[in-house]
């Protein structure tokens, strides 16, 4: 069964940090396309930061100004987001999705991702 399972998310003050976890089972993270979304309630979903397979290439939204760090680890089948001066404005569930790289997945287009996690919340306060 291909799955996704996501954890890490908490409640961090404004400014601390937060590392997030994909588990993937059913299949090797490695050969797929993975990225990070979240989604505040009511609205759509929010590419955040993507892995190319077996993680040479990386891409992040504007907003994350440098902020925020996706990786891999293929041993694990797992990939990381690395979160640091987080804001409130940061807070929303989080998703990691995969998908098969096809066409421009480099974009974060939600469409482009076939599986899905469940997602974990992260809460950051002022």
């Known amino acids: 069964q291909v799955q996704l399972v996501e954890s890490g998310g908490g409640s961090v003050q404004a400014g601390g940090s937060l590392r997030l976890s994909c588990v993937a089972s059913?299949?090797?993270?490695?050969?797929?396309?993975v990225a990070w979304f979240r989604q505040v309630l009511g609205k759509e979903h929010e590419g955040v930061a993507g892995?190319?397979?077996?993680?040479?290439?990386?891409v992040y939204a504007d907003f994350v100004e440098g902020r925020f760090t996706i990786s891999q680890d293929n041993a694990a089948n797992t990939v990381y987001l690395q979160m640091h001066s987080l804001t409130p404005e940061d807070s929303a569930m989080y998703y990691c999705?995969?998908?098969?790289?096809?066409?421009?997945?480099?974009?974060?287009?939600?469409?482009?991702?076939?599986?899905w996690g469940q997602g974990t919340q992260v809460t950051v306060s002022s």
């Open positions: 059913g299949y090797t993270s490695s050969r797929k396309c």
């Open positions: 892995i190319g397979p077996g993680g040479p290439v990386t």
């Open positions: 999705a995969a998908g098969d790289c096809a066409g421009e997945w480099y974009r974060l287009d939600p469409e482009k991702f076939e599986i």
